[in-house]
Nanobody, 116 residues
Framework: QVQLVESGGGLVQAGGSLRLSCAAS?????????MSWHRQAPGKQRELVAS???????DYNDSERGRCTISRDNMRNTVYLQMNNLKPEDTDVYYC?????????WGRGTQVTVSS
């Protein structure tokens, strides 16, 4: 069964913004140690975009730092990825990941397409 559901992807012009959401059930979310966003472009490896720990520590990869902000809303059992100044090279599928009791869980992904 699906524990993580991504939304918020779509088509946007270069320079635009999107906010991705990853929703989970309350019981699942309470046991998560780290939530993160990853992306995978055609022909490329899936790679980390940003992560946030249970304690609120965030981390970003070099290409996304300064343009993306990850946040975690514990009351809504949701993690967000705010993406600004999007570029065509940001086009790919974005996946939500949760590390819970040393097990990784993945959402099915949401497509982000940035046109020039």
């Amino acid at each position: 069964q699906v524990q993580l559901v991504e939304s918020g992807g779509g088509l946007v012009q270069a320079g635009g913004s999107l906010r991705l959401s990853c929703a989970a059930s309350g019981s699942f979310f309470a046991g998560v140690d780290v939530m993160s966003w990853h992306r995978q472009a055609p022909g490329k490896q899936r790679e980390l975009v940003a992560s946030v720990t249970r304690g609120g520590t965030t981390d970003y990869n070099d290409s996304e730092r300064g343009r993306c902000t990850i946040s975690r809303d514990n009351m809504r059992n949701t993690v967000y990825l705010q993406m600004n100044n999007l570029k065509p090279e940001d086009t790919d599928v974005y996946y939500c990941n949760a590390l819970r009791y040393d097990v990784n869980y993945w959402g099915r992904g949401t497509q982000v397409t940035v046109s020039s």
